[in-house]
């Protein structure tokens, strides 16, 4: 089977830099994603990782070892409307190609 | 074309009775997923389609659900003689088979509560 492992919850400060972790374990990998859930609302996605290294869209960055089964979600410039849920997934011949299993997510509180 | 669309948002229903929830896709997109999320974790897969063809079912569902998606259009989701336990937001989502990444995009839910 596979398993995800993410902090329940971290907090931060407007402003702040904040790293998000996800170890997993799974066999056949293929790619770990990111998405943000506003409470209440869906689940959106925020950036995806096949390769080793460090992909960058805006004030999210997200990075990928796959020797060390481990990935992170960096959030910079940290705004109030980023509080939110944030949750790896990961895709593997284990869950099915194109098959997201889901972590149990990270709790992100910012305060002012 | 606006987003995933589930209807309803909220379903309130008796311990025993069957409930179906439907869900439009993105048009053009041909896989689809149904989820179920109960609060503070994150979604569990519960089924998904491509196209038509239901390529596969959790193990961790009882045969109390039922998952269709005729013409590889719009799903339903069925629960039959619901149980408390059932009580949780049903997610679906679409996405492209767009390798190499699988970007889902997400409806609001229905959530559901069994009294």
């Known amino acids: 089977g596979q398993s995800l492992e993410q902090p329940s919850e971290v907090t931060a400060v407007e402003g702040a830099i904040v790293q998000i972790n996800c170890t997993y374990q799974t066999s056949g990998f293929y790619g770990l994603s990111w998405y943000q859930q506003h409470d209440g609302g869906a689940p959106t996605f925020l950036s995806y990782?096949?390769?080793?290294g460090l992909e960058e869209t805006g004030r999210f960055s997200s990075f990928l070892s796959r020797s060390d089964s481990y990935g992170y979600l960096l959030l910079q410039e940290l705004q109030m409307k980023d509080s939110a849920s944030y949750f790896c997934a990961v895709e593997s011949q284990d869950t099915g190609f194109q098959k997201l299993v889901f972590g149990t997510g990270t709790r992100l509180l910012v305060s002012p | 074309d606006t987003g995933v669309s589930q209807n309803p948002r909220h379903k309130i229903t008796k311990r025993g009775q069957n409930v179906t929830f439907r869900c439009d896709p993105i048009s053009e997109h041909n896989r689809l997923y149904w989820y179920r999320q109960t609060l503070g974790q994150g979604p569990e897969f519960l089924t998904y389609f491509q196209n038509e063809a239901q390529l596969e079912k959790s193990r961790l569902l009882s045969d109390r659900f039922s998952a269709e998606r005729p013409k590889g259009s719009f799903s339903t989701l069925e629960i039959q003689r619901t149980e408390q336990g059932d009580s949780a937001m049903y997610l679906c989502?679409?996405?492209?088979?767009?390798?190499?990444?699988?970007?889902?995009?997400f409806g609001q839910g229905t959530r559901l509560t069994v009294v």
């Open positions: 990782n096949a390769l080793d």
């Open positions: 989502a679409s996405s492209l088979i767009s390798p190499p990444r699988t970007e889902a995009f």
